[in-house]
């Protein structure tokens, strides 16, 4: 008795290929996407934090009387510090 075709299981080496192609043009096309979408989240976390320090810093000066300076920092790593000056009247 011989097995026909019908009966036999598993994918063909050339159907394999145009699966992988297929996967590579998926991953290929998505990846500079998700790179633009890092960087925007990247962009939108690092103001909603400056935002949230501006804030903090606003409630502290007005509780507290006192100046506070921000500097920002434009070198490598950016960023910026803040620095809380004498009492005033």
Known sequence: ??????HERGFSLIELMVAI????????LSIPNY?????AQKLRG???NLVQTIQL????????GQSV???FNTGTPAGWTVMSAGRQN
């Open 35 to 39: 790179q633009s979408y890092a960087q």
């Open 69 to 71: 300076v921000i500097n």
């Open 46 to 48: 690092t103001s909603e």
């Open 1 to 6: 008795m011989t097995r026909t075709r019908m």
């Open 21 to 28: 192609v297929v996967f590579g043009l998926l991953v290929g």
């Open 57 to 64: 810093q606003r409630s502290r000066a007005m509780a507290t």
